[in-house]
Each structure stands twice: as C-alpha cells, then as structure tokens.
C-alpha cells in the first residue's frame, strides 16, 4: 500500500485515541493531520506503521493535552467534552471498552489523570496496546509505564460509572424521555428521572446557560418542562442522536442550525446525569452553529407575550 492507503486505513483508530487523550474533536484532528505530515515527511519507512502512528499521535496529544490545562482552569462554569455522534474506529473485541471510554461521564473522570497517566490508560485499557509499545510512545520504561497504570485505575476506580442497562433498555427510555420533554410532561418526566438527578450545562460564557447545576427530580423536571415547549413553539427542533455512546439529541433552529447538543446519563433504569453542550466553540463539527442568545430572547419574548 501506499503511505496515504496505509495511513487513511489507521486515521479511524488514530482519531479515536486523540479524542480519548483530549476530550475535543478539533485538537483530535488537528493531532491526526499533524501526524500525517510528520509520516508524510519522514524519509525512513517504519517497522511497524500502526505503531509508529499511534506512538506520534499520542506524543502529540500530551503536548496539546499539557497547555489545554491551563485553558480549562480559567474556563467559565463546567468543562464538558466536545461532544461526539460516532466514534470511527470499531473493533468487535474491544466494543465494550470503546463505548464505556468514549462516554461523557467517562472522559470527565479521565480530566483526573495527568497527561502521561491518562495516555497509558487510554493505550492500554481502551486499545489493547503492549507496554513495550506504550513506552515509546510516552517516551518511559515499560516499568514506569505500568506504575503510571496503577495510579491512573486508582483515580478512575473512585466514582467510575458502570452504564449496565441493555442497548435498547436506554434507547427506549431515551424515547420516553424525548417525548414527555417535547410535550413538556412535567409528571413523565419525574418518573423517569433519579430522585438525585441533576442537570447541568457547558457554556463556556459564550451561550445562555444555567448559572449552577439543577439538582433533584422534581427542579430538573420542572426546568425541563417548562422551558422545552416553549423552544418547540419558536420552531426550535429536538433530534435524537447517540453522543458519545450514549442516549442523546441535538437541538436546532428553525434553520437546522445546532443550538446545543445533550446527553443523558442513564443508571439502574433511571436517568442520573443530564448534560448539554451549548458552547458553540464545541458544536462546530456538527454542523452548522445557530445564534443561542437569539434563540433565548425569543422565547422571553414568546412567554411575555402569551402571558
């Protein structure tokens, strides 16, 4: 093969352990390309080209990952992932890992991780890799390698989420979720909801959003089913999509711009965490980005004008 055959064939793989280091689908691809021009570049032809890929664009991951954290710790309210509707790389031995990594719950708890003990875990618990492979590619011992993924399952162990419920379980729940939302059934959506659920949103301050976390069944509930309604009689559309492995949707303008993306975290048959995404810096590749603060005061003005 070609180096681009060879390398396009690998892109799905080498995507899915930036997004997995980095938690955003731009610095993702910006790693993949720069890892490609540094294939494209070199004179000399690997041993092995998997191993080569994924060693380059995990290095650069770390570096991109190293300054990201002086950026997240100034950001304004709740950092969230960029949000994700399919992970390209699929791999029927390691489907369980993929999806359970990929998660937004899961990606938040990887934000406990340095730079070098979230890279080993990711390399080795999500993908498989060897520990010889592993040290090249975080430039440590084998040994070092394997302490790093001590530490880094220790930081996970405490609070990792186990989404147990069936495939179809989730979705038809999501259905039901979806549906009371859309006719803002304050009492469907209770019932569907954990007694200590809470919602929560990333704006970044560059979109309307919650100025805390809504906590409890009852105040998500009512949050939800009052503002939702309202969104729909503006034109407002909810889609329903998988974001990053789990029951979601994405919400557009009477245009079909993306307004924001959410996520639903769904535990023992209830819904525990819901998550929306409305920073438009992290919905760009989904499409489209509508203007939210528009979209907000017309449904004020909406509401004033019904009352």
Not at 74 to 99: C, H, I, K, M, T
Not at 175 to 193: E, H, I, P, W
Not at 232 to 261: C, F, T, W, Y
Request: hydrophobic fraction near 45%; glycine fraction near 8%.
């Amino acid at each position: 093969m070609s180096k681009v055959e060879e390398f396009e064939e690998l892109r799905p793989l080498l995507f899915s352990i930036a997004y997995r280091i980095l938690g955003s689908v731009s610095e993702a691809e910006d790693a993949v390309q720069e890892t490609w021009l540094r294939f494209d570049g070199s004179a000399t032809r690997p041993v092995s080209v998997k191993a080569y890929l994924s060693a380059t664009v995990t290095r650069l991951s770390i570096d991109v990952l190293r300054s990201a954290r002086v950026r997240r710790e100034e950001y304004v309210g709740p950092w969230f992932p960029e949000p994700l509707l399919s992970d390209p790389y699929q791999d029927p031995a390691r489907a369980v890992e993929l999806a359970d990594s990929v998660s937004m719950a899961a990606l938040l708890l990887l934000e406990r991780l340095s730079p070098l003990e979230r890279a080993v875990f990711v390399l080795r618990e999500v993908f498989a890799f060897g520990f010889d492979e592993i040290g090249t590619a975080v430039g440590r011992s084998e040994a070092a390698c394997r302490q790093l993924l001590v530490r880094a399952r220790r930081h996970m162990a405490d609070g990792r989420p186990r989404f147990a419920a069936d495939r179809q379980e989730r979705q038809e729940l999501a259905t039901r979720f979806f549906d009371a939302l859309k006719d803002g059934d304050v009492g469907g959506l209770r019932k569907l909801l954990a007694a200590d659920a809470h919602l929560v949103g990333d704006g970044g301050g560059k979109a309307p959003q919650l100025a805390r976390a809504v906590t409890g069944a009852e105040n998500v509930a009512r949050l939800l089913g009052h503002v939702f309604p309202w969104l729909l009689r503006i034109d407002a559309s909810l889609e329903p999509r998988e974001v990053n492995g789990q029951p979601g949707a994405i919400l557009r303008d009477r245009d079909g711009k993306v307004l924001h993306a959410l996520v639903l975290d769904v535990l023992d048959g209830q819904i525990q965490t819901i998550r929306t995404v409305v920073n438009p810096d992290k919905l760009g590749h989904l499409g489209p980005v509508g203007d939210a603060w528009a979209v907000d005061r017309e449904v004020k003005r909406a509401r004033r004008t019904a009352r």
